[in-house]
């Protein structure tokens, strides 16, 4: 009786044992296995982003993500996208791609600087233009409003000295490709995609173009415009 005793108690405790080894099990497992044998760490943004932010490394957090659900391009390093810009919109929270970011253009190189086209040069341009395209910029003939070859521009008796830096144009070639910097509303806002429409559904309207050029290409504009000439912005 005291033996049959005995062995109840000791089956009871290796019962509490082994219960409190199964909870220490789903615990360990819970806290730190799920973590190390299904789940990766990777990196989301703190806070949403719009088209043309600025990602720096701050902006970053580390989560983990079951691996079962993570994209294949998903971001697990800071490196990889830090100085880079949003192409989209990126809510806070989910998993990032390169396909999201591009380099930051906007910075002008050495020499490069921003440049506010004036109104008065612009015969025509999309009203898709966006930050960072590259545009090509078409001489206009004013008076005709049709495209003008670079020498019969050259030509004219009070432009016979028409510095093109050595460059050979003819006529309907793209005098300039340049960079945009921004493109502004009427309050010098920034307009900027919106929605699912993309370049097709915009803040507001554009009223003023900034682009990155050198001194020459600047020159070289002012000369074209002196001479008669408008132009007509495109982009691919």
Same mark, same amino acid.
């Given at each position: 009786m005291l033996k049959k005793g005995k062995s109840e108690i000791i089956k009871g405790m290796v019962g %509490?044992?082994?219960?409190?080894?199964?909870?220490?099990?789903?615990?360990?497992?819970?806290?730190?296995?799920?973590?190390?044998?299904?789940?990766?760490? %990777?990196? =989301?943004?703190?806070?949403?982003?719009?088209?043309?932010?600025?990602? &720096?490394?701050?902006?970053?957090?580390? =989560?983990?993500?079951?691996?079962?659900?993570?994209?294949?391009?998903?971001?697990?390093?800071?490196?990889?996208?830090s100085g880079m810009v949003a192409k989209q919109y990126i809510p806070a929270g989910v998993?990032?791609?390169?396909?999201?970011?591009?380099?930051n253009g906007l910075v002008p190189d050495?020499?490069?600087? %921003?440049?506010k086209m004036p109104s008065d040069w612009i015969a025509s341009y999309p009203s898709t233009l966006r930050r960072s395209d590259k545009v090509l910029l078409y001489p206009i003939n004013e008076s005709t409003g049709k495209k003008t070859s670079i020498d019969r521009v050259a030509d004219k008796e009070d432009k016979t000295d028409f510095d093109l830096a050595g460059k050979?144009?003819?006529?309907?070639?793209?005098?300039?490709?340049?960079? %945009?910097?921004?493109? &502004?509303?009427?309050?010098?806002?920034?307009v900027q995609s919106v929605g699912e429409s993309g370049r097709l559904n915009g803040t507001s309207n554009i009223v003023s173009i900034e682009l990155i050029a050198d001194i020459e290409s600047i020159n070289r504009l002012d000369m074209l415009h002196e001479a008669g000439c408008k132009f007509m912005i495109l982009y691919k």
């Open positions: %509490i044992l082994l219960c409190m080894c199964a909870v220490a099990g789903i615990y360990y497992w819970e806290s730190y296995g799920r973590v190390r044998y299904e789940q990766t760490q %990777i990196l =989301v943004l703190r806070e949403s982003v719009t088209p043309g932010d600025l990602i &720096k490394e701050n902006n970053l957090i580390s =989560v983990n993500r079951d691996q079962s659900i993570l994209i294949k391009e998903a971001i697990k390093s800071k490196e990889e996208i998993q990032l791609s390169a396909l999201y970011f591009e380099e050495e020499g490069e600087y %921003i440049f050979d144009y003819k006529a309907g070639d793209p005098v300039e490709c340049l960079r %945009i910097a921004f493109v &502004k509303n009427q309050s010098n806002q920034e």
